[in-house]
């Protein structure tokens, strides 16, 4: 089955895969820029492995994007803590990690090289790691089988297969079983995610399978130290605004309306409007609806905190949305209606009531915030109303979703240790 499925990758997949990228190119700058930096990959490697000595352990992280790194990040920490003098490899799939990570502990920061046989080859010849270690989702068949190949270990953490994944669907699993049982450990999220796993893998030399956590619940909470110490302040205190973060078009067809409504209800009730694409026309768009609305805006343009008094603030800057939440009493998180929801913990280590759309099961935090009654999920703009409307009026009700949100995330503190303890040992 392991020849067939590498038989189907190499010649169907691979190759139909690499077609759509390229038509996608001509369209999208984002895969042009991706294009480009993994033309460079392997040259990148080939000055990297002329610093290398005998005695240098090479460990190889690989994350999608910056938000996978937030994973990777503590985890990396950790390890350079034990294993002082070890050479780190970080690869991404995408601009957003490659050009937004700046981390001290790394010392190679590449594009994951294409995921052909050759090129592959090339990179683990060039880099020899001690072991491959991958965040969450993004794995490569070709990668993973050239490892396996050369008895390097590779490891999966942070791994989450959610109900109804198509990874156990019959015939497909048989391809995803080839990959996922060349792992020699995968680390699952929480006991739903290791039962499917261990559906997928299980027989002989199955990989080493542990419920260990997700260490980006240990950096949220790490960056958010800070900001903890100067906002000691009840969220009762702060000013009455919701702050609507990594924004998709998507999600402006079923939020913009119900939320204008709700300023026009609530006149103490202010909004700051974060895109995920701060692109003009994104901006501009947002800036004429509520203007016509008759809410006077202001962008905010630096990355200062400084948030003007009006009642709408538009972000045109990166980088801001983690602090901004500590301006807040209430989030909408982005992303729900089309890719995924982007990052609930952070405006709930903020003390914030979150809302988000329904793609949001393949995350584990948004489930945690709905059973704790800190998170909500939203459907329709009558949803949306009608939960702003109860946390903008019954002060208890918004204190005790306010607290749920905030314990989610003290309740999962600690999985970064535990996976460094178990890269290390296992």
């Given at each position: 089955?392991n020849?067939i499925?590498?038989l189907i990758?190499n010649f169907?997949?691979?190759?139909?895969?690499?077609?759509?990228t390229?038509?996608?190119?001509?369209?999208?700058?984002?895969?042009?820029?991706?294009?480009?930096?993994?033309l460079?990959?392997?040259?990148?490697?080939?000055?990297?492995?002329k610093?290398?000595?005998p005695?240098?352990?090479?460990y190889?992280?690989?994350?999608a994007s910056y938000g996978?790194?937030?994973?990777?990040r503590?985890?990396?920490?950790?390890?350079?803590e034990?294993?002082?003098?070890a050479?780190?490899?970080?690869?991404f799939?995408s601009p957003?990690?490659?050009?937004?990570v700046?981390?001290d502990?790394?010392?190679?920061?590449?594009?994951?090289?294409f995921?052909?046989?050759?090129?592959?080859?090339?990179?683990?010849?060039?880099?020899?790691p001690?072991k491959?270690?991958f965040a969450?989702y993004?794995?490569?068949?070709?990668l993973?089988?050239?490892?396996?190949r050369?008895?390097?270990?590779?490891?999966?953490?942070?791994?989450?297969?959610v109900?109804g994944?198509k990874?156990?669907k019959p015939?497909i699993?048989?391809?995803?079983?080839?990959?996922?049982r060349?792992?020699?450990?995968?680390?699952?999220?929480d006991?739903?995610d290791?039962?499917r796993?261990?559906?997928l893998?299980k027989?002989?030399?199955?990989p080493?399978l542990?419920?260990?956590?997700?260490?980006r619940?240990?950096q949220?909470?790490?960056?958010a130290?800070?900001f903890?110490?100067?906002?000691?302040?009840s969220v009762?205190?702060?000013?009455?605004r919701?702050?609507?973060?990594?924004?998709?078009?998507e999600?402006?067809?079923?939020?913009?309306?119900?939320?204008a409504?709700?300023?026009?209800k609530?006149e103490?009730?202010?909004?700051?409007w974060v895109?995920?694409?701060?692109?003009?026309s994104?901006?501009?768009r947002?800036?004429?609806?509520?203007s016509?609305h008759?809410?006077?805006?202001?962008?905010?343009?630096?990355?200062?905190v400084?948030?003007?008094?009006?009642?709408?603030?538009?972000?045109?800057?990166?980088?801001?949305?983690?602090?901004?939440?500590?301006h807040?009493?209430?989030?909408?998180?982005?992303?729900?209606?089309?890719t995924?929801?982007?990052?609930?913990?952070?405006p709930?280590?903020?003390r914030?009531?979150v809302?988000f759309?329904?793609?949001?099961?393949q995350?584990?935090?948004?489930?945690?915030l709905?059973?704790?009654?800190g998170g909500?999920?939203v459907k329709?703009p009558d949803d949306?109303?009608?939960?702003l409307?109860k946390?903008?009026?019954d002060?208890?009700?918004?204190?005790?979703?306010?607290?749920?949100?905030?314990d989610?995330?003290?309740?999962?503190?600690g999985s970064?240790t535990r996976?460094?303890?178990?890269i290390?040992?296992?």
């Amino acid at each position: 089955m392991n020849l067939i499925s590498k038989l189907i990758y190499n010649f169907i997949l691979l190759p139909l895969l690499m077609i759509l990228t390229l038509i996608g190119a001509l369209f999208n700058k984002k895969i042009r820029t991706g294009i480009s930096g993994r033309l460079k990959s392997i040259d990148s490697l080939k000055e990297f492995s002329k610093q290398l000595k005998p005695r240098n352990i090479c460990y190889w992280f690989h994350a999608a994007s910056y938000g996978e790194y937030e994973q990777i990040r503590p985890v990396l920490a950790g390890l350079k803590e034990v294993e002082l003098h070890a050479k780190i490899i970080v690869s991404f799939f995408s601009p957003s990690g490659y050009n937004n990570v700046h981390d001290d502990h790394i010392d190679c920061k590449i594009y994951l090289p294409f995921d052909f046989p050759w090129t592959i080859r090339k990179a683990m010849k060039l880099t020899r790691p001690k072991k491959l270690i991958f965040a969450a989702y993004d794995i490569w068949p070709n990668l993973i089988w050239s490892a396996h190949r050369r008895k390097i270990h590779a490891t999966l953490f942070a791994a989450r297969f959610v109900k109804g994944t198509k990874k156990l669907k019959p015939i497909i699993r048989n391809f995803y079983r080839s990959v996922y049982r060349c792992f020699k450990t995968i680390y699952t999220v929480d006991e739903s995610d290791y039962l499917r796993v261990q559906n997928l893998i299980k027989g002989q030399n199955s990989p080493v399978l542990r419920v260990l956590g997700n260490p980006r619940y240990d950096q949220v909470k790490y960056k958010a130290d800070k900001f903890t110490v100067a906002h000691t302040e009840s969220v009762l205190d702060r000013e009455r605004r919701i702050v609507a973060g990594s924004v998709h078009l998507e999600d402006e067809i079923v939020i913009m309306d119900a939320l204008a409504e709700i300023l026009k209800k609530h006149e103490d009730v202010s909004l700051v409007w974060v895109p995920h694409d701060p692109d003009d026309s994104y901006i501009s768009r947002a800036e004429t609806f509520f203007s016509n609305h008759g809410f006077e805006c202001k962008r905010l343009e630096k990355k200062k905190v400084k948030i003007p008094n009006v009642r709408v603030v538009l972000v045109s800057v990166v980088g801001l949305l983690s602090r901004l939440y500590w301006h807040g009493q209430i989030a909408y998180i982005g992303g729900g209606f089309s890719t995924g929801v982007h990052n609930t913990m952070e405006p709930a280590i903020a003390r914030l009531p979150v809302l988000f759309g329904p793609r949001n099961e393949q995350f584990h935090a948004t489930g945690e915030l709905i059973k704790a009654g800190g998170g909500f999920e939203v459907k329709t703009p009558d949803d949306i109303k009608t939960i702003l409307d109860k946390l903008l009026l019954d002060k208890d009700y918004f204190l005790k979703c306010s607290f749920a949100a905030t314990d989610v995330i003290h309740q999962n503190l600690g999985s970064a240790t535990r996976v460094v303890r178990g890269i290390i040992r296992d």
